[in-house]
């Protein structure tokens, strides 16, 4: 079967740095997205990794590792705004998305 | 640009009544387009995969007949819950794939439509 695991979720402070991880088997791979998804709200798009390696935009990066199933969100100077759940998903062999179940990012001053 | 508008953004309805949801895609043509739902405190799951000309794809365990979904133009889908039932009350959100763009394309959502059955 298909699945992506991420942690349900994480506690940082303001200012400080979190990397959310991600693990996935899935059926074939065509990409890795990282969305934000604030409560109560639709997900918006963070970033997209289908090569190995690290992905920079500006406080946000994403890291892939194929051969290892593995991608973390690094979140750096935290700000309260940045309380949201963070989802990851993977375009599998059929280019569907296959969604993991999302972290809840608690930030705390 | 890629806005997707979703309709209405928050209905409160009787029991019994049947609700229809609309997204559109304002700036492109979708010919794909997806419907979630997400209860409070849980991930999107798929409700169906809406392709426009033909029949929408409904996953596993998601009654077609209850949830209809039209996809007559190239920018605009619509989920219908039917005969509407507390247990239906949910966050629906629907997201589309630019036509011209790959299949690695992120999915441009709408911003999603609170049910609330009585």
């Known amino acids: 079967g298909q699945n992506i695991d991420q942690p349900t979720e994480m506690t940082a402070t303001e200012g400080a740095i979190v990397q959310i991880n991600c693990t996935y088997q899935?059926?074939?791979?065509?990409?890795l997205f990282w969305y934000q998804q604030h409560a109560g709200e639709a997900p918006t798009f963070l970033s997209y990794?289908?090569l190995d390696g690290l992905e920079e935009k500006g406080r946000f990066s994403s890291f892939l590792s194929r051969s290892k199933g593995y991608s973390y969100l690094l979140l750096k100077e935290l700000q309260m705004k940045d309380s949201a759940s963070y989802l990851c998903a993977v375009l599998d062999s059929n280019y569907q998305l296959i969604w993991g179940a999302g972290t809840k990012l608690i930030i705390k001053p | 640009g890629a806005v997707v508008s979703q309709h209405p953004s928050w209905v409160i309805c009787k029991s019994g009544t049947s609700v229809k949801i609309e997204c559109r895609s304002l700036?492109?043509?979708?010919?794909?387009m997806f419907w979630y739902r997400q209860f409070p405190k849980q991930s999107l799951m798929l409700m169906a995969t809406?392709?426009?000309?033909?029949?929408?794809?409904?996953e596993q365990g998601v009654e077609k007949d209850k949830f209809l979904i039209n996809h007559a133009s190239l920018t605009l889908s619509t989920l219908t819950v039917t005969s509407a039932h507390p247990e239906d009350s949910s966050f629906y959100i629907c997201s589309a794939l630019d036509s011209l763009q790959g299949a690695t394309q992120p999915q441009h959502f709408g911003d999603g439509t609170r049910l609330s059955i009585l």
């Open positions: 809406s392709n426009e000309g033909s029949k929408a794809t409904y």
């Open positions: 899935t059926s074939g791979f065509n990409g």
């Open positions: 990794n289908v």
């Open positions: 700036d492109f043509q979708a010919t794909t």
